[in-house]
Every structure is written in C-alpha cells, then in structure tokens.
C-alpha cells in the first residue's frame, strides 16, 4: 500500500529555535518558510522532508512510553554522527552507538524540544 516515509512532522514550541537546529545541528535545508509558525524543511539529497510546526506544547518524553521516533540515516558511521552531536552540545541519550547488526549501530539524541530522534549508521 505504501512505499515509504517521505515527510515527518516535528511540532516546537519554539518554530525558529527548532528551524536553527534542525538546518544548523542537522543539516537540513528550507525548502518553504510559510510564516512564524510553520516551515518545510529537507535533507539535502532531497529524500527526506520536515514538516515543522511552532507554537506547540511538548510532551513529556519516557522512554518506557509508547512513541513514534523516527531514524536518520548517518552520512558517516555512527560513531561519527555521534561525536558531532555531541561536540555541537546536542543531549545524546546513550554514551555511544550500539550494534544493530554486524554492520550497523544506533543511539538517539534530544531536539530542543524533548523529541526522541534515533540515527542509524554503519559501525
């Protein structure tokens, strides 16, 4: 029925804080600023897209509770991805990648907002 994930929403309270970190941090682009509180933003290979929304109240991140999260796919190898987020002050929830496979790692990080993002990576 479908063919994949092509646009994910990310709700900020903040649209512009969230805007400087997901181009600055992440390396997306802006393909489309529609106002103070709503932009359109995309990988630079074009394949992934944001749909980011301000003016939204978070809410509260556990780890235990059932969520939907979403994976990046690293440019580099994990353990790379990993050390810019952390050099660029990015809250990393584990203290490196950790095996998937024989040949692929993960960890997850914290947007300004609290929201979970996981990246996966060749080791």
């Given at each position: 029925m479908f063919k994949g994930i092509r646009t994910v929403v990310v709700y900020a309270t903040d649209k512009t804080r969230a805007q400087e970190f997901y181009t600055r941090v992440l390396g997306?682009?802006?393909?489309?600023?529609?106002?103070?509180?709503?932009?359109?933003l995309r990988s630079?290979?074009?394949?992934?897209?944001?749909y980011l929304?301000?003016?939204?109240?978070p809410a509260s991140a556990d780890?235990?509770?059932?969520r939907l999260s979403?994976?990046?796919e690293a440019e580099k190898t994990a353990a790379e991805a990993h050390a810019e987020l952390r050099a660029a002050g990015v809250r990393l929830l584990q203290e490196g990648?950790?095996?998937v496979s024989?040949?692929?790692?993960?960890?997850?990080?914290?947007?300004?907002?609290?929201?979970?993002?996981?990246?996966?990576?060749?080791?």
């Open positions: 997306f682009e802006v393909a489309h600023d529609l106002g103070p509180e709503l932009a359109f630079r290979n074009g394949e992934v897209y944001i929304e301000g003016g939204k109240a780890a235990g509770a059932c979403f994976f990046l990648p950790e095996p024989d040949a692929d790692a993960c960890f997850q990080f914290l947007d300004p907002d609290g929201n979970i993002i996981e990246v996966s990576g060749k080791l």
